[in-house]
T-cell receptor
């Protein structure tokens, strides 16, 4: 079964600085998708960014970008110019091609210090 | 706001009882997914419906069941509730199946006393 590991239970960053959240996954499949979701204190799950495994180019969404290392099965999230509103739990998720379910990591709690 | 709605937001009930959680997907989305988020198990996939038909099953207990109606809203029924069923239950929806991104609703927080 596929597994997703987030090795950093908690991270902190100063406002306006850059932070990188780590995620590794275990799969023998070649067709899959990776996601980062954000869960603020409101508990809403918000999609931050997605990456298709067949794409070599790293996905970016404004201040959010990923470093996708397929051979290493690593999918880290970089947040640039951190803002107070970025404070949340961040979940890395894996979805195998042809499967319907998302497999989530345990999450990383990000604190942004003013 | 993802466009996925869930009711109720909060639910407090007693052990042994039965509850129904409701989800309305985004306009145009045919696929609905249910997830459970608990402190010990994290986020786990329960079940998926596509256009009224069950499509995939995850770690869903036999005491739990779901359905998707012709108007595409979905209900998750939880019966013979136990203390351990206390969790945040999310509904997500996507346009289609396969690679489509899942958009999550705000969740229903269930507390079983």
């Amino acid at each position: 079964a596929q597994t997703v590991t987030q090795s950093q239970p908690e991270m902190s960053v100063q406002e306006a600085e850059t932070v990188t959240l780590s995620c590794t996954y275990d799969t023998s499949e070649s067709d899959y998708y990776l996601f980062w979701y954000k869960q603020p204190p409101s508990r809403q799950m918000i999609l931050v960014i997605r990456q298709e495994a067949y794409k070599q180019q790293n996905a970016t969404e404004n201040r959010f970008s990923v470093n996708f290392q397929k051979a290493a099965k690593s999918f880290s999230l970089k947040i640039s110019d951190s803002q107070l509103g970025d404070a949340a739990m961040y979940f890395c998720a894996y979805k195998q091609g042809g499967s319907e379910k998302l497999v989530f990591g345990k999450g990383t709690k990000l604190t942004v210090n003013p | 706001d993802s466009g996925v709605t869930q009711t109720p937001k909060h639910l407090i009930t007693a052990t042994g009882q039965r509850v129904t959680l409701r989800c309305s997907p985004r306009s145009g989305d045919l696929s609905v997914y249910w997830y459970q988020q608990s402190l010990d198990q994290g986020l786990q996939f329960l079940i998926q419906y596509y256009n009224g038909e069950e499509r995939a099953k995850g770690n869903i207990l036999e005491r739990f069941s779901a359905q998707q109606f012709p108007d595409l809203h979905s209900e998750l029924n939880l019966s013979s509730l136990e203390l351990g069923d206390s969790a945040l239950y999310f509904c997500a929806s996507s346009v289609d199946i396969g690679w489509e991104t899942q958009y999550f609703g705000p969740g229903t927080r269930l507390l079983v006393l």
